[in-house]
């Protein structure tokens, strides 16, 4: 019986690493839009890690062959776990359960104030 090698990874592993990218993605997009998130944690840490990697002039230049496109995916992956972490962890935790099925939508906010049904009718 052939054994793997312990640097190889297999098709589901690899699987498990993009699935589990996608879902972090999805967390950070639902925790961007989630009003219980403070505004200054939506605008700061994105725009540092947008500027970093946009910015022509990084610590590691892209030209340097893998090691110049690595501290540009360090740093988006830094960003997403500061992010993550400095979210409410309720908020966090409530959205990870939607996410894998295993929470209930949270109700819709009610509007303030009192609310009045009734019917009505024109008359001409």
Partial sequence: ???QSPNTTTPQARLGLL?????????IWRLLNDQRVATATKLIIPAVVGVYVLWPIDLLPDV???LGQLDDLALLLLGANLFIQFCPPEVVREHRDELAGRGTARPPTQPEG???DGEYRVVK
Avoid: G
């Fill in 64 to 66: 340097i062959p893998v």
């Fill in 19 to 27: 699935a589990e990218a996608a879902r972090t993605a999805r967390l």
């Fill in 114 to 116: 009192e609310v009045v």
């Fill in 1 to 3: 019986m052939a054994q």
